[in-house]
């Protein structure tokens, strides 16, 4: 079983920046992807931010170029920062981790994630 915590969310001005953190019991070094998703209400779950046991990472288009998703080893932990934020960015943000490895093509795929945090809140105000 793998736990993961969220924190870091918060309420911020369009054009802020927040950086959300993940505590993994795991080791995140893994051959699966570990990532970040989110739910704003009435919508469903989308991934944002992905990261691949090459260490590479894969965006949503609606992120690219605003956030970065990374990985402290040292420590197990999963960041995202997110940058130049906008009212459509609000959303219960979650991290995720895989069991198991479907492709690279599918780290963003949240039916494709085992393990899933509480989730932390950011609200992004015009």
């Known amino acids: 079983q793998v736990q993961l915590v969220e924190s870091g969310g918060g309420s911020v001005q369009s054009g802020g920046s927040l950086t959300l953190s993940c505590a993994v019991s795991?080791?995140?070094?893994?051959?699966?992807?570990m990532g970040w998703f989110r739910q704003a209400p009435g919508k469903e779950r989308e991934g944002v931010a992905a990261?691949?046991?090459?260490?590479?990472?894969i965006y949503a288009d609606s992120v690219l170029g605003r956030f970065a998703i990374s990985q402290d080893n040292a420590k197990n932990t999963l960041h995202l920062q997110m940058n130049s934020l906008k009212p459509e960015d609000t959303a219960l943000y979650y991290c995720?981790?895989?069991?198991?490895?479907?492709?690279?093509?599918?780290?963003?795929?949240?039916?494709?994630?085992?393990?899933w945090g509480q989730g932390t809140q950011v609200t992004v105000s015009s």
């Open positions: 995720a981790a895989q069991r198991s490895w479907w492709g690279r093509s599918l780290c963003l795929n949240s039916s494709t994630y085992k393990y």
């Open positions: 795991r080791s995140t070094y893994s051959t699966y992807c």
């Open positions: 990261i691949d046991s090459d260490g590479s990472t």
